[in-house]
């Protein structure tokens, strides 16, 4: 990958965090495009993912693809650039060894609201109990043990199990709000982590970079999970105080090492496999 992909790509993640402070994962959350997608259905993955859907996800196409299907780029439209990653491998003609490295481009997209003339299907309009009920069925078949307990949301890696309020029992459905759907996915991202999971590096302690690595990771879960399980809507209180506590820290981290987003981005994305493979619900689109 090369540094000037490397450092547009993390340049724009610090502008979104630096402007949008705490709720720099708003365009997730507020969509009703869904999970970002291309014109052919391919939903994007990873950093793509991320970058799209800060965007507010929907459907999207570069300016060529749009055109085969009859579509116009409206004048006076800028693009949003993503990264096309492709493994090349060679041999070498003496020893007949092959080695492999990866070769990442940028490419310019569009969203459907950005063209003329495409009649495909632009938005998603959730419905509220239909939503609420995958959330739920989702969350329940990951298989993961949480608690309703008083206090703050968490996850325990000495136990295992994940803690929620107490008063979360008592609102399931489509009486929950955003926030408990939002938080519940961040410790979820956590619980994919665990040593026998997926086996992340949690940190020793609050603010050092592993554990700060960590929480980034659990919030792009969270936010990948949102998008495509079509949860709308504002985080809780509780849910912005914990990220206050690692803006800063995740600024830092970015702006020293620019491959930091795209693992963080993968990350993410490894878990969101591993919690759709868990409990066998399937992501739409």
Same mark, same amino acid.
């Given at each position: ?39 052919? =259905? ?5 950093? /793509?993912?991320? $970058? $799209? ?5 929907? @459907?999207? %196409?570069?300016? /060529? ?13 800028? *693009? ?11 041999? +070498?003609?003496?020893? =007949? ?6 070769? %990442? ?38 298989? %993961? ?13 000495? *136990? ?12 399931? *459905? ?13 410790? &979820? *991202? ?19 970079? %592993? ?8 919030? $792009? ?7 495509? &399980?079509? @949860? ?14 690692? $803006? /800063?820290?995740?600024?830092?981290? &970015?702006?020293? +090492? ?28």
């Amino acid at each position: 990958m090369t540094a000037n992909i490397q450092t547009d790509v993390t340049n724009r993640v610090i502008a979104a965090m630096t402007t949008a402070g705490t709720d720099w994962t708003a365009p997730f959350r507020r969509s009703t495009g869904g999970a970002a997608r291309s014109v052919d =259905g391919h939903v994007y993955q990873g950093i /793509n993912a991320l $970058l $799209l859907g800060l965007q507010g996800g929907g @459907v999207w %196409a570069t300016y /060529n693809a749009w055109k085969k299907r009859g579509a116009q780029v409206s004048k006076g439209q800028r *693009g949003t650039g993503i990264v096309f990653f492709k493994t090349i491998t060679k041999k +070498d003609s003496q020893t =007949g060894e092959t080695e492999s490295f990866g070769l %990442a481009r940028g490419y310019t997209v569009f969203s459907a609201d950005q063209v003329e003339g495409w009649d495909g299907a632009t938005q998603i309009t959730p419905d509220p109990v239909e939503t609420a009920e995958v959330a739920e069925r989702f969350i329940a078949e990951t298989g %993961a043990v949480i608690r309703y307990q008083n206090g703050r949301a968490y996850y325990s890696p000495q *136990g295992d199990f994940i803690s929620v309020p107490a008063d979360w029992r008592n609102t399931p *459905g489509v009486d929950a709000s955003a926030g408990r759907y939002l938080t519940t996915f961040h410790e &979820l *991202g956590h619980w994919t982590g665990a040593v026998h999971r997926l086996d992340r590096k949690f940190g020793a302690r609050f603010g050092d970079q %592993a554990y700060a690595f960590e929480e980034l990771v659990a919030e $792009l879960t969270s936010a990948f999970l949102a998008a495509a &399980l079509g @949860v709308t809507g504002e985080a809780d209180a509780g849910h912005v105080e914990s990220h206050a506590k690692y $803006l /800063n820290s995740w600024i830092a981290r &970015l702006k020293e +090492d620019k491959r930091a987003i795209f693992t963080a981005a993968a990350a993410a994305q490894k878990a969101v496999a591993y919690l759709s493979n868990a409990e066998q619900v399937a992501i739409a689109a």
